[in-house]
């Protein structure tokens, strides 16, 4: 405005001298008037610099508090808030014995913190992380790691946008046990006797090793824990090995000699510890490897519903729990 205002008055003084007749004034006001236009113009580039730079500063503060601002209603937004009042829900698939016996003990502890826990019993090992992958649950808890690990390599072959399934907490060991069939005792066993197994991997591996270890048949050094029923060198008494789904193990042992059962088949198919031959022991390798744990989708191991559920399935309250209630046949790990 001052720029405007110093023009204005320039422009008239010189018209006045030119009205009056005054040429060598007139000559000498049109320098003057020339040289203030200049001095104006460069002002005007002086301040309109400091203007550009202003606003630009002005921008970039604003851009940078509104992207502030932006980054954190984005968090809250996707920040879970609940409370014992506005709770949420957590759906997790599990086993029926031991796993969702064990789940019901946390469920009135979780509620207090705002969290109702439902269970949703699976019969199988593969609907429960399919679930959990396509997003049906929140998570699972029915398997061990080498299980878990083996499941995901295989569906990423299949599926390159398999979303990782991880561990989040590891709660109990449940030791694989021959079960008596048709037959009372290992002893007994005869020439061609039928043995049935899991045919998953891990699973068979185990009852392998467990096999071996009581001395009816031996495997290829150095297999361990990978071990199929093509690694087996030396079976004297020709056993025939039947395989089959983990869960119809436990389920056709009247049609076999004896059976070797996962610890949660057996539970649930009313085997006892009078019906074992044979049991993993606490310190095999197996119960290194093999403790089951809850699953949960990559990524999500540090929501708060899952801080709170793994406080509350290692509770001092959970450990007695399982001690009391199954007498060995499924051991905490925490």
Known sequence: MKRISI????????TAMVLSGCSTNTEKATA?????????????KVETAKDTASEAVTTEETAATGSAVTTEETVKETAV???KENPI????????VPHAEILAQIKEPLAEKGINL???EFTDYIQPNIALEDGSLDANFFQHFPYLDDFNKNQKKENADWTTLVP???VHFEPMGIYKGKTASLDALKEGAKIAVPNDPTNEARALLLLEANGLLKIAEGKGLEATAKDIVDNPKKFEIVELEAAQVALSIQDVDIAVVNGNYALS?????ADILAQESSDSEAAKKYANLVAVREGEEDLPQFVLLKEAITSDAVKKFIEEKYKGSVAPVF
């Open 32 to 44: 003057t008037v020339k040289s203030t236009v200049e001095s104006v113009a460069t002002v005007s």
């Open 7 to 14: 023009l204005i008055c320039s422009v008239l003084l010189l």
């Open 269 to 273: 198919s009313g085997l006892t510890q």
């Open 81 to 83: 808030t609940f409370s």
């Open 89 to 96: 829900t957590l759906k997790i698939g599990a086993s029926p």
């Open 118 to 120: 439902e269970v949703v």
């Open 168 to 170: 989040l907490v590891y």
